[in-house]
């Protein structure tokens, strides 16, 4: 198990791994490009260069790249599909420049009433995507929202099939299944919720763990993220995960608010409750 946190850039990718220093971090998720914006990413030959030779002394990894926010692969507006495929096929492909482990991209939302079509976009969006070279394409659950495509692992397992690429690969946010209704505050529903991951057939695509305790109640499907055992799920709810054989040997990424230092306090917490 490795634990770590999406850090920033700050304007250089070499400054990640100084993050990852600084509060502690194992795995690490950047961004590579304007996070609200639909501008791709621009690296030069240099900096990779730099950042791969940094990045092999640094002993760190896995590194993941995450999609800009604006990127809904299943957005029924065809503008803006096409717009966010473009975006997302030119992050994995600077990605896997970088030697990235994965490329985390959101399972999307379509309109109201029209889930299967919604269904057929991600999946069709996902094929031209990737995986590029050793970087995988990681589709992240989202926390059930009007439109969602895939928010638990029966509906990632119908997405999975529609792309039929062996290849994909899954993450889940513990605030976003919590959000969608896994009852990750109790013994009980931690063990259901991976019987469930089970019983889709997705065991084995599992790659990465989000780590977020949860500002809001069990399904309710709003996604607000809380420091590790000061939210919904709890400490209890995060021992019960950390023990679970599914997660040992994944990347554990917390993505909660605040500074390094922040970040820095849920890794150690983290790492006491897996110890």
Partial sequence: MRIGAHVPTHGSLRSAIDAAGTCGAEAVQVFISNPRGWAPPRISDAEI????AAWAESGLGPLFVHAPYLVNIASPNPAFLRRSADLARASIVAASMLSATGF?????SGGPGEP??????AAATLRNVGPEGDCAVVVELTAGTSGSVAATFPEAARLFAAVGDVRLRLCADTCHLFAAGYGLDEPDGVAACF??????????????IHANDAKD????HRDRHEHIGEGR???????????RPEVQNLALV??????????????????????
Avoid: M
């Fill in 104 to 108: 985390v991209v959101h399972a999307g």
């Fill in 116 to 121: 299967d079509a919604a269904l057929q976009r």
């Fill in 254 to 275: 917390v993505e909660t608010p605040g500074t390094l230092e922040d970040h820095a306090r849920d890794i150690t917490t983290l790492r006491r409750l897996a110890s």
């Fill in 49 to 52: 260069r730099e950042f791969r």
């Fill in 217 to 220: 109640g069990r399904g309710t």
């Fill in 195 to 208: 019987e469930d991951l089970h019983a889709a057939g997705l065991a084995d695509r599992l790659l990465l």
């Fill in 233 to 243: 799920i709890g400490v209890e709810g995060f021992f019960e995960i950390l023990r």
